[in-house]
């Protein structure tokens, strides 16, 4: 046992539903930029409220590139992601933290997705155990970047999902699939399952 004094919360870990942001978490829109054009998905909003009283912890995990390319601003960025914060409220859903990568891929950044980098910050700060965590993404970087962190890859069919799909149709590796966002409410009743056996 490890003696943490000043803080008991430090001995319990948190788990998370870590999230893509474009395809997944709102409708797939190429370098979106302004609040006008955040959709969110069929049932998104019942499904992450459903996570979170699980006891989930929800945390976006997203590269804007567009920034790094000189498409938009980071401050745009972040009046997109109170106005996606704000439709989520409305089903009660708030987010515990979002990691940005607003590099351009030429940057060489350790932050990027496939890189684990946002995903492990991510845990260090919220004492998340990443094993016990889930990635759901549309992309083979969002997968890539889960496995790495040793997180459960979850490939959402929205978005760029579908592509996403083919690509990894021939590799060997376990990945759960989903339809959509709200599908991925049952992974909930699994854990649980496995806890309580
Ligand atoms: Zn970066």
Redesign the pocket.
């Known amino acids: 046992m490890v003696d943490y004094p000043t803080n008991t919360s430090h001995t319990h870990f948190n788990k998370a539903l870590f999230l893509d942001r474009d395809g997944v978490l709102i409708d797939y829109v190429p370098y979106l930029s302004q609040p006008e054009q955040v959709k969110l998905p069929d049932s998104a909003g019942d499904a992450l409220k459903q996570w979170q009283n699980a006891g989930y912890l929800l945390i976006i995990i997203t590269?804007q590139a567009g920034v790094g390319r000189g498409y938009y601003s980071l401050q745009d960025v972040e009046k997109v992601h109170s106005y996606i914060h704000q439709q989520y409220n409305r089903f009660g859903v708030s987010f515990d933290d979002i990691f940005v990568?607003?590099?351009h891929p030429d940057?060489k950044?350790?932050?990027?997705k496939p890189?684990p980098e946002m995903l492990i910050k991510a845990a260090k700060k919220h004492h998340i155990a990443l094993s016990q965590s889930f990635f759901v993404g549309d992309a083979p970087s969002d997968l890539e970047a889960a496995i790495r962190a040793n997180c459960e890859p979850i490939l959402v069919l929205t978005g760029r999902g579908q592509e996403t799909f083919k690509n990894i149709a021939q590799s060997t590796k376990k990945i759960k699939v989903f339809k959509k966002l709200s599908d991925t409410v049952q992974l909930i009743n699994l854990g649980e399952d496995r806890r309580l056996g």
């Open positions: 590269n990568c607003p590099h940057d950044c350790s932050c990027r890189s």
